[in-house]
């Protein structure tokens, strides 16, 4: 459990289907052993990273518009997440709402599952998120 932070970039491929370039991060401060002491020094703060592009498909509804996608991704996070750090490839898939407050002004709330398989080790990452948005273009 931890705060998190997303940005994406999404051009039209045509009238529902979406690029769309997600960019995640999240921080665990909360996490049991990273507030402990290890052999008289603090451990790491866990951490990941997500570069996952992907497409989308929208369905443009008046004001709402509901969305799932599927992507391919890299990750990468700390030894205080898993002892298997670094860089790795991964899937994932979102599903969404966005309401279009006006042509360029929009909240959303979004839920994304991350899988990376790595030495064995599968690596799930989800998010749940609320947020904002500006959007340039017609």
Not at 9 to 33: K, N, Y
Not at 113 to 123: C, E, I, P, R
Request: zero cysteines; proline letters at 4%; hydrophobic letters at 45%.
């Amino acid at each position: 459990m931890g705060p998190s932070l997303e940005g994406y970039l999404r051009t039209g491929l045509g009238e529902s289907l979406d690029f769309d370039l997600q960019i995640l991060t999240s921080v665990h401060p909360f996490q049991a052993d990273s507030n402990s002491e290890q052999a008289g020094s603090k451990t790491e703060t866990p951490w990941a990273l997500g570069i996952a592009p992907g497409l989308l498909y929208r369905w443009d509804v008046f004001q709402f518009v509901p969305y799932a996608g599927f992507g391919l991704g890299f990750y990468s996070w700390n030894n205080a997440v898993s002892e298997s750090a670094g860089g790795h490839f991964g899937a994932s898939g979102r599903v969404g709402l966005d309401y279009l407050l006006s042509r360029s002004v929009i909240l959303s709330v979004q839920a994304s599952v991350h899988v990376v398989l790595s030495d064995g080790l599968q690596v799930p990452w989800l998010q749940l998120g609320v947020g904002a948005a500006h959007a340039w273009g017609w």
